[in-house]
């Protein structure tokens, strides 16, 4: 038995003797099969061939991605709050230095996420972490692969967690797609940690709001509109991407509105 990882989307599915058929996520229009077909790797294929960078990003955040890049190859956030750290996105692979190091942190008392494309072996990452909580969108839920009682399917627009963390359902990209709010971030003028909802474009002082990145389907002004809305409430002058090398500072907020508008005016006819 083994739980085996999808090689294109990173998502770790439950335990069986073979590996699955199908990839649910990459089957979906959002994603898609990779040139040579379905493959699955297993966590030890993966710990022999990737190691994690774990990197300190700013003073209560440290950064965790894969090297070389697996799958989407997005790097996943701990937050250290006083209350406790939490996992904001994972990554597919964990070993024994990563566990090792993200104890040495003060460890891990939730994982949240932002939607199941950047998900990987986050079961897994919570059973090595005491069975910590996963903070999933309800709306979400049939996208959980590997199912486990540490899933808290979470409801509605917004659910504190603790020393004012928040997470914000944007919708969007998925119906559940989320955000998390962090106002101890940026030295205190507030951080909003997103997946692909409010995807960092290559010039930093714009994001972008898209369907599918990888097939390029674009989202509906309403759609866009409510990922606006979602976020207004909030204070925040930095944004942290899913990649390393994704961030918008600052005026990140500014950086939200100017570019759904942008954005609107280019979907809307002439
Ligand atoms: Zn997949
Ligand atoms: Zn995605």
Same mark, same amino acid.
């Given at each position: 038995?083994?739980?085996?990882?999808?090689?294109?989307?990173?998502?770790?599915?439950?335990?069986?003797?073979?590996?699955?058929?199908?990839?649910?996520?990459?089957?979906?229009?959002?994603?898609?099969?990779?040139?040579?077909?379905?493959?699955?790797?297993?966590?030890?294929?993966?710990?022999?061939?990737?190691?994690?960078?774990?990197?300190?990003?700013?003073?209560?955040?440290?950064?965790?991605?894969?090297?070389?890049?697996?799958?989407?190859?997005?790097?996943?956030?701990?937050?250290?709050?006083?209350?406790?750290?939490?996992?904001?996105?994972?990554?597919? !692979?964990?070993?024994?230095?990563?566990?090792? +190091?993200?104890?040495?942190?003060?460890?891990?008392?939730?994982?949240?996420?932002?939607?199941?494309? !950047?998900?990987?072996?986050?079961?897994?990452?919570?059973?090595?972490?005491?069975?910590?909580?996963?903070?999933?969108?309800?709306?979400?839920?049939?996208?959980?692969?590997?199912?486990?009682?540490?899933?808290?399917?979470?409801?509605?627009?917004?659910?504190?967690?603790?020393?004012?963390?928040? !997470?914000?359902?944007?919708?969007?990209?998925?119906?559940?797609? +989320?955000?998390?709010?962090?106002?101890?971030?940026?030295?205190?003028?507030?951080?909003?940690?997103?997946?692909?909802?409010?995807?960092?474009?290559?010039?930093?002082?714009?994001?972008?709001?898209?369907?599918?990145?990888?097939?390029?389907?674009?989202?509906?002004?309403?759609?866009?509109?409510?990922?606006?809305?979602?976020?207004?409430?909030?204070?925040?002058?930095?944004?942290?991407?899913?990649?390393?090398?994704?961030?918008?500072?600052?005026?990140?907020?500014?950086?939200?509105?100017?570019?759904?508008?942008?954005?609107?005016?280019?979907?809307?006819?002439?």
């Amino acid at each position: 038995m083994a739980a085996f990882i999808c090689a294109t989307c990173g998502m770790q599915y439950g335990e069986t003797d073979a590996p699955p058929e199908h990839c649910l996520i990459c089957e979906d229009e959002r994603q898609y099969i990779g040139s040579k077909g379905q493959r699955w790797v297993t966590m030890p294929e993966l710990q022999k061939g990737y190691q994690n960078r774990i990197e300190d990003i700013e003073p209560g955040l440290t950064g965790i991605g894969s090297m070389p890049g697996f799958a989407i190859g997005q790097r996943a956030l701990l937050v250290q709050t006083p209350g406790g750290n939490v996992l904001w996105d994972c990554v597919s !692979l964990l070993d024994d230095a990563t566990v090792e +190091a993200i104890r040495s942190s003060g460890g891990i008392q939730a994982i949240a996420v932002s939607h199941p494309h !950047l998900a990987g072996s986050l079961v897994e990452w919570s059973c090595a972490f005491g069975n910590a909580p996963i903070y999933w969108h309800a709306d979400n839920r049939e996208w959980a692969m590997r199912s486990d009682p540490a899933y808290v399917f979470w409801e509605g627009e917004t659910h504190p967690l603790w020393d004012g963390l928040t !997470l914000v359902r944007c919708g969007g990209h998925f119906t559940g797609s +989320a955000v998390l709010h962090w106002p101890g971030g940026a030295e205190g003028r507030g951080a909003l940690l997103t997946g692909d909802s409010i995807q960092v474009a290559s010039d930093k002082r714009y994001v972008s709001f898209m369907y599918s990145y990888p097939n390029m389907i674009p989202l509906n002004a309403r759609k866009v509109e409510q990922i606006v809305q979602s976020i207004k409430p909030l204070a925040f002058d930095r944004i942290y991407g899913g990649w390393w090398d994704k961030v918008v500072d600052p005026d990140a907020k500014g950086a939200v509105i100017r570019s759904a508008e942008r954005y609107i005016k280019a979907i809307s006819p002439e």
